[in-house]
């Protein structure tokens, strides 16, 4: 240590470094190495940068996975023999990815733009992906509308050339538009989260393992509450099984997600993120409890599906404002990498920080 | 793996990872040596109106020393940090460097009979922070229209007239660099607005073998510009020549293929931990493991498709 003349003469210490995020005690996990609750910042100023998404985001994120499900279903349905089912779900998923394409094109920050998106194919960029995949689960869930619209008018039944073929194109059409549904509805509920964690907002970016079960979870619950609402009870036994389950993958996803995340979760746990992740939790096993005891009932089936799909749309909201929170404040950003730094370099890791001598 | 893990993490030559042939130049970049700043934000000035960048917010008192420019964004592509530190923060900083040494860290030498220089009661830290031009650009790697490009000097440049707007770029740099350019707040029209915006280290100067406008206006040769080797080299050098003071504050920030974004094409010499000015300590490109994240979301799908198969095979039991 260096010594000067004014050593003796110094005051007594001050805190060395500044501490941002008012008083509240800190959770600390002891096996997360944290070598210091204080931290050094530039002003307390944000490190990475917030996403610049408004509700259209998270809006659109419920939306999908409500699409996503009820293609699921609907194509389900289809091969089970569930017309009202069927049909209803089918309408839903229309409706559903008319939505959600509209939020989508209306976050952009030039909305004129939105089909750029299709002028390049880039595997790196989930969001990439992901348009395609949209796209491709629109197009069969479209090719299913066409189908319903055609059952719905009463077309492809008479004897007319033209009534003829249409009754040809629906027989083509209704099992293509199913095994499209169901193949890309999978990947539809479960890309948003690879989209979100594929950035460097610290939440979503460590929450990578856990959130595809999250937003899968929270589609299939989506989903089963919108047939739950639109469909009777007759029809829906299974589908409120499915409620059970996609429920029950959802918040257990999501309890060790954030035990796992520890500190970088707290976000999930305060202000308005902190609110819509507790009504999540209350609404989605509320409607999954709902749709096993009154699912028989027209009226308590109604209102479960409708707390599911309620409890979808919160946790998407919650995890989207809360990675935007954990974003702005750079204590998530700089507690989080000394602490990985520090943990390779005691590892023996010595030639990979982007600090050197 | 080989081809697609060197795509994703790791050293490489980005331009010819991106296809660049004959045409690829040397790759080029910047270094910017901090020690030697003196706040005087010529770059700032040197660069908004090469680029034509338009005002920052409404010209407020940020409180934060004689920075009122606060971060990198949309219409600020070169950033002067000021920070005011006492001795204790000081003596911080020089037995941080110093044990970067201890690390053994690449082209670090053992402490040789090095001076013992004072610690000063007091010191400025100013630095002018820009795009890193990454090796592995998260920017780069998320845009979904291919409006972000790797440049044939290995730089990483937005199309304007290409972007949509998305604003996938502006939560995926690890440095907070890139940013949506939002509508003046007197409404007046600017250009690009709702596009994404950064540093292109001058693309179009470089065309035209010109020095980016930047180190071009510095006045202390403190932001250099020239092949990145070289100027990893010359960060290199200049640390050991600080450290052979007894400087041991001083370090390199972005020389180091190794790291979480395959190294940065702008290269920086900070005497201090990079959060104090605003720098990630340990930046990881969220892309490098995009594998891993699709695997999980793999494993989702599989298990939402498994859950309506039981269903279906439930009901005809």
């Known amino acids: ?357 | 793996m080989g081809f697609w893990h060197e795509q994703l993490a790791g050293p490489t030559d980005p331009a010819r990872d991106a296809g660049w042939g004959t045409d690829r130049q040397p790759r080029k970049g910047f270094f910017t040596d901090t020690s030697i700043c003196i706040g005087c934000k010529a770059c700032e000035v040197a660069c908004k109106e090469w680029n034509t960048l338009p005002m920052d917010g409404d010209l407020s008192i940020l409180g934060m020393s004689y920075d009122n420019t606060g971060d990198l964004g949309a219409t600020t592509w070169r950033h002067v940090a000021f920070v005011e530190q006492t001795a204790d923060r000081i003596a911080d900083a020089r037995r941080s460097g110093a044990a970067l040494v201890d690390l053994g860290m690449p082209s670090a030498r053992p402490p040789d009979e090095a001076a013992v220089a004072e610690v000063p009661d007091f010191r400025w830290l100013m630095a002018s922070d820009v795009c890193k031009h990454c090796t592995h650009a998260g920017c780069l790697d998320v845009c979904p229209t291919g409006a972000l490009f790797r440049s044939e000097f290995g730089t990483v440049v937005v199309q304007a007239d290409v972007c949509n707007g998305c604003g996938y770029c502006v939560p995926a740099c690890p440095f907070g660099v890139i940013e949506r350019r939002e509508p003046l707040p007197d409404k007046r029209s600017a250009e690009r607005v709702g596009v994404a915006q950064k540093c292109t280290l001058c693309y179009d100067r470089l065309d035209a073998d010109l020095t980016p406008a930047c180190a071009k206006a510095c006045p202390t040769t403190s932001i250099q510009f020239g092949d990145h080797d070289e100027m990893r080299r010359r960060a290199h050098e200049r640390v050991e020549v600080l450290h052979a003071q007894g400087l041991t504050e001083a370090r390199v920030y972005g020389g180091n293929e190794h790291d979480g974004v395959g190294g940065t094409g702008s290269v920086f010499l900070l005497l201090d931990e990079p959060e104090v000015y605003g720098l990630p300590p340990d930046p990881i490109v969220a892309t490098a493991r995009l594998p891993e994240m699709f695997r999980a979301a793999g494993f989702a799908a599989t298990g939402l498709l498994a859950a309506a198969a039981f269903a279906f095979l439930g009901r005809r039991r």
């Open chain 1, 1 to 357: 240590m260096t010594v000067n003349a004014f050593d003796a003469d110094r005051g007594p210490e001050l805190p060395r470094r500044r501490r941002r995020g008012g008083g509240e005690g800190r959770r600390r996990d002891p096996n997360v190495m944290v070598p210091d609750a204080q931290f050094a910042s530039y002003y307390g100023r944000h490190i990475v940068k917030p996403a610049p998404w408004g509700n259209e985001i998270p809006a659109y994120f419920f939306l999908g996975g409500l699409a996503a499900g009820s293609g699921l279903i609907g194509a389900w349905a289809h091969g089970c023999g569930y017309d009202v089912l069927r049909r209803n779900a089918r309408l839903g998923a229309m409706a559903a990815v008319g939505l959600s394409g509209g939020a989508l094109v209306a976050d952009l920050g030039r909305p004129e733009r939105f089909l750029n998106m299709m002028r390049t194919v880039k595997l790196t960029s989930p969001m990439s992906v992901g348009t395609w995949i949209f796209s491709a689960f629109s197009a069969s869930a479209g090719l299913a509308f066409a189908v319903e619209a055609a059952d719905l008018l009463g077309l492809g039944r008479g004897d007319s050339l033209p009534q003829k073929a249409i009754g040809a194109g629906v027989k083509v059409a209704a099992p293509v538009s199913s095994v499209g549904s169901a193949a890309f509805a999978a990947p539809l509920a479960a890309y948003t989260a690879v989209l979100l964690s594929d950035t460097a907002t610290p939440l979503w970016q460590e929450s990578y393992r856990e959130l595809p079960f999250v937003f899968t979870g929270s589609a299939l619950a989506a989903s089963c509450g919108l047939a739950m609402i639109t469909t009777p009870p007759a029809q829906t036994s299974e589908v409120r099984r499915l409620a059970l389950m996609g429920a029950a993958t959802d918040v257990t996803a999501y309890h060790l997600m954030a035990r796992r995340l520890g500190e970088i979760a707290e976000p999930l746990a305060h202000g308005r993120p902190g609110r819509l992740a507790r009504a999540a939790e209350v609404l989605t096993i509320g409607g999954a409890l709902g749709a096993t005891v009154l699912g028989r009932n027209r009226i308590g089936a109604a209102l479960s599906g409708l707390a599911l799909m309620a409890g979808s749309a919160c946790t998407r909201f919650a995890v989207v404002e809360a990675g935007i929170e954990s974003a702005k404040d750079p204590k998530y950003t700089v507690l989080h990498q000394k602490a990985r730094l520090a943990a390779r370099r005691a590892a023996g890791m010595r030639s990979d920080s982007i600090t050197t001598a």
